[in-house]
């Protein structure tokens, strides 16, 4: 593991609540938030915008960052913390970032959290602010993208796109993908892989509290991995972690992508946790990366 990132998750550990597996949801669900919020910490100085501006868009609030003059080119981002935590503003720093290191325009949609609205309420608030986004912008010039469930949202996302009969998406780039939520899903890599970021146990609470029944895991839009049609889905960028438990799970979606016909380029990143974009204070191989990430959208 990168030496960076073990110090992250050492201050992590030694800020995070602790939990005990018998602790309630309602205290689980505290102390999850809080510990998804502290990554905030760990984003480095805001890049300056040329403009950040609120909107609502389809009934969903969204948050619009612009590093510089309009170009017509727009980067739909869907924020991740398991579809139960996470917000615009603990994203703010990796938002910034995306849209000043690749030169897009970013906008983030403020979508409603589980357990307080169950699956597919995310999805819904996303689609509903990207078919009004489309209304200002053409989908062949949006890239859909998300990290953790936020990229399992986006690739959900650009399937309803498609199944729709719109206008293609230029693009999804899938950061760490969440692709397979049923129940006992077992990968390699969720046994072996430091899950201090999303420990196995509470990956299963996490899914539990997300999802409205037991049937909606098998549901395509939250197990991608699970559709029975992935031909005709955009080009994809997906990048997973060396030291992820969600490795696995997302390599085998990039796969599966390459097998349908859709053209994939993926990254495994050496040495790099979950989350590590949301790091880039502290971790110099999240500002390196997206060096890649503006390639790949360069050529969009």
Not at 33 to 54: D, H, K, N, V
Request: net charge negative; glycine share 8%; hydrophobic share 45%.
């Amino acid at each position: 593991m990168d030496k960076q990132a073990h110090s992250v998750l050492d201050t992590l550990d030694a800020l995070a609540p602790e939990t005990t597996p018998d602790a309630d949801d309602a205290a689980w669900l505290a102390a999850f938030r809080y510990q998804t919020a502290l990554l905030r910490g760990f984003g480095g100085a805001p890049e300056p915008m040329a403009a950040i501006t609120l909107d609502t868009l389809g009934g969903v609030p969204v948050r619009v960052f612009r590093p510089g003059p309009a170009d017509g080119r727009l980067l739909f981002h869907i924020h991740g913390g398991g579809g139960i935590a996470g917000s615009l503003d603990g994203h703010d720093p990796m938002l910034r970032l995306l849209a000043a290191r690749t030169g897009w325009t970013v906008m983030a949609p403020d979508y409603r959290l589980a357990p307080e609205h169950r699956f597919p309420a995310q999805l819904d608030d996303c689609h509903a602010a990207l078919l009004a986004a489309q209304a200002q912008v053409p989908a062949r010039r949006i890239v859909v993208s998300g990290d953790s469930i936020g990229a399992t949202l986006a690739t959900a996302l650009a399937m309803r796109v498609r199944d729709s009969g719109g206008s293609m998406l230029a693009g999804q780039l899938l950061f760490y993908p969440n692709t397979d939520l049923r129940r006992g899903a077992d990968y390699p890599s969720r046994r072996s892989e430091d899950g201090r970021i999303i420990a196995r146990d509470d990956l299963e609470r996490q899914i539990a509290l997300y999802v409205g029944s037991p049937a909606d895991r098998d549901d395509p839009a939250a197990s991608p991995l699970l559709a029975d049609r992935l031909a005709d889905l955009p080009p994809t960028l997906i990048a997973t972690c060396e030291n992820d438990p969600l490795r696995d799970e997302g390599e085998l979606y990039a796969r599966r992508l390459r097998e349908a016909g859709v053209a994939v380029e993926h990254h495994r990143v050496p040495g790099m946790i979950h989350a590590f974009l949301q790091m880039a204070g502290a971790i110099d191989a999240a500002p390196a990366f997206l060096a890649v990430v503006k390639r790949w959208l360069d050529d969009r």
